[in-house]
């Protein structure tokens, strides 16, 4: 038997049929259990969720993100791309951006080391053949003639494609510049030599 609540204003009233219930009056009637329901408070609207792969638009794998939770829920979740960011999770992330930073420290302190060295030296030389008054050269200075200038005086391989080279195509002293690092530039003079074929 189905009992009927009697709502007036915003406390309910208990029916008669629903009063015999409770005081057990009547017996052949099954107990029935209450359906309590709680209104649903806000839910947060984003969750913190660690990729488990690739997700294009989201992130790279392994990364931290903030996603609605109906994406998680719906799409992320099922298909196996991210998981909760628990905190064994988010001390494991905390480790691994540590192990990386004092990498990129390393990079950054070698760099600087190396920095140090050229601009201690100062200045390389390079000859190239030229003409007869010794001033115009033959074609121009590159960088991979910087980077073999180098190498032959220090030992250490530059990579070509940092170095800013001015137009040279006269014998002089020009000023260069290193970008090693992205927060290390490394500056020294190329005297120029010309030389008779």
Do not use: C, W
Request: hydrophobic share 40%; glycine share 6%; net charge positive.
């Amino acid at each position: 038997m189905n009992t009927i609540r009697v709502f007036e204003g915003l406390r309910s009233v208990a029916s008669k049929s629903e009063r015999e219930l409770s005081t057990g009056s009547y017996s052949s009637v099954r107990a029935t259990t209450r359906l309590q329901v709680v209104a649903q408070r806000k839910v947060a609207k984003k969750v913190k969720v660690v990729l488990t792969k690739k997700v294009e638009n989201v992130g790279e794998l392994g990364a931290l993100q903030d996603v609605s939770v109906g994406y998680f829920r719906n799409y992320l979740e099922p298909a196996g791309l991210a998981t909760y960011a628990t905190e064994t999770i988010l001390e494991e992330i905390k480790a691994k951006e540590a192990v990386k930073e004092a990498a990129r420290q390393k990079v950054k302190a070698e760099a600087q080391m190396l920095a140090t060295a050229l601009t201690t030296i100062g200045k390389f030389s390079i000859k190239k053949t030229s003409g007869d008054d010794k001033t115009k050269l033959f074609g121009s200075v590159t960088a991979q003639d910087i980077v073999d200038a180098v190498k032959l005086q220090t030992n250490q391989d530059l990579d070509k494609k940092t170095i800013e080279v001015p137009d040279i195509r006269e014998a002089g002293t020009y000023p260069i510049s290193v970008k090693l690092h992205p927060e290390v530039t490394a500056t020294f003079q190329l005297l120029v030599v010309g030389v008779r074929a």
